[in-house]
Nanobody, 122 residues
């Protein structure tokens, strides 16, 4: 059975850092692409970052500030977030898809975690 569970969210001041983690089950997921999305109140879920065995992608907003990585030995996906801004406030979700290629659309992902809240204060 597949599951994903995010952790590491919280309250941080603007300019600060957080590292999100996503523990996942199933060795098969180690070979598939995974991603991070976020959803702010009243807004649609948006792409943040994705990683496959051969590629990583970041949104324009995340470039230069966020880093996505994965430790397959620990079955864990990470999102290191630096220089956080007020507009980064959202619920952050990790997701996995049954493909070796990264994707930007939420509908392309097959499995989702429950989300973790990130709040950036001034």
């Amino acid at each position: 059975q597949v599951w994903l569970a995010e952790s590491g969210g919280g309250l941080v001041q603007a300019g600060g850092s957080l590292r999100l983690s996503c523990a996942f089950s199933g060795n098969s997921l180690s070979f598939h692409s995974m991603g991070w999305f976020r959803q702010a109140p009243g807004k649609e879920r948006e792409f943040v970052a994705a990683i496959s065995r051969t590629d990583t992608n970041l949104s324009q907003s995340a470039k230069g500030r966020f880093t996505i990585s994965r430790d397959n030995a620990k079955n864990t996906l990470y999102l290191q977030m630096n220089s956080l801004r007020l507009e980064d406030t959202a619920i952050y979700y990790c997701a996995a898809r049954l493909s070796d290629f990264t994707a930007f659309e939420p509908g392309a992902y097959n499995y989702w975690g429950q989300g973790t809240q990130v709040t950036v204060s001034s």
